[in-house]
């Protein structure tokens, strides 16, 4: 998922950082350096539309930088889900942790406890048994089957790409100023839905129901911290779910190893119906620690400490 779709989409049940398999010539080599930043905002503090553009094309291009990283890592993920009542007090606390694999190339999620507390011994194996199902599905792959599913996922990547670039007509962003986040310097731009913006990519509707606030990196060209809120109500699909106003959640990347920005925390507020009959009303919290990275000779290597 990318920059700003990826996190809209969380909202509609799918907060998820799935490694996007990276198309031939757009990778930077590690530890290359970046272009420096240069933002120039007009007298009331707008950034022209072409500058954003050419921002969100570099941030793209760095997720996919990323996502092409974080394959060569495992890690902890942590949710914790608090469900409110009509009053907005706790009613129930649910917790999760897991552990995210690469499989194949693809990223697998085992779980390995609930509330805080290890998996019984028959739970432990039915993830086993999850674990190795996609290993045999994966390693029985056709090399048709293979190409389909690349057609796939290269085509859901276009798609993400004309999405992002349309966000620089769907906002006017104006430049708040800068920030310090864990020692490095990043643009603080906040974004406001444009009232005479007719959206071209089909997704793109949605645009209009969020305000949001940007935190990108002056020197790697990477979005930091990306604060979101819902100012409408947000149809997804035809009156199956509806995201209500004032839905809220703040994302933060870490930077692990010196080489990849990786998830670090996703708060989320989430006031949803599904299907016309579900009610979601929830805090969640998720938590992302222990980046390893997985070595070929199968061994992990520990690169970042646990926040």
């Known amino acids: 998922m990318h920059f700003f779709f990826g996190f809209i989409l969380a909202v509609a049940f799918l907060p998820s950082f799935a490694a996007a398999q990276v198309p031939p010539g757009t990778e930077t080599p590690a530890g290359a350096a970046s272009e420096p930043i240069h933002l120039r905002p007009d007298a009331g503090g707008v ?3 072409e ?27 942590r949710v914790e ?19 995210v694999l690469e499989i194949y190339g693809e990223p697998v999620v085992r779980m390995t406890g609930r509330d805080d507390k290890p998996l019984s011994a028959d739970e432990d194996k039915k993830e086993d048994d999850k674990i190795q199902k996609i ?14 599913r690349l057609e796939r996922e290269e085509k859901a990547r276009e798609e993400d790409r004309r999405f992002v670039l349309e966000i620089a007509d769907a906002f006017s962003f104006r430049l708040l ?14 974004a406001d839905p444009r009232p005479d913006y007719e959206p071209k990519h089909r997704d793109a509707r949605i645009l209009r129901k969020f ?30 779910a509806r995201i209500h106003k ?17 998830p670090k925390r996703v708060q989320l507020h989430f006031d949803a119906r599904v ?18 990275k997985f070595r070929t000779d199968s061994k992990m290597t520990v690169v970042g400490e646990p926040w």
């Not at 553009?53 to 993920?77: F, G, M, P, V, W």
């Not at 889900?81 to 552990?99: A, F, Y």
């Not at 290993?135 to 389909?148: F, H, Q, T």
């Open 47 to 49: 950034v022209p539309p």
């Open 51 to 77: 500058q954003i553009r050419q921002l969100l094309q570099s941030a793209e291009a760095k997720d996919l930088e990323n996502d092409k990283r974080q394959r060569d890592y495992t890690y902890i993920e």
């Open 81 to 99: 889900r608090h469900k409110l009542d009509g009053n907005g007090k706790v009613k129930k606390t649910e917790t999760s942790t897991s552990e």
């Open 135 to 148: 290993i045999d599905k994966r390693k029985n792959e056709s090399e048709a089957d293979r190409r389909r």
């Open 177 to 190: 100023g800068s920030e310090s986040i864990d020692g490095r310097d990043a643009w603080v731009l906040e």
């Open 211 to 240: 305000r949001s606030r940007v935190w990108i990196d002056k020197t790697d060209a990477q979005w930091v911290k990306l604060d979101i809120t819902a100012i409408d109500t947000v149809a997804i699909g035809f009156l199956l």
């Open 246 to 262: 004032g839905t809220h959640f703040v994302i933060d990347m870490t930077r692990v190893n010196d080489e990849v920005w990786l």
């Open 275 to 292: 299907a016309l009959f579900k009610s979601y009303n929830e805090n969640v919290e998720q938590t992302y620690r222990n980046y390893k």
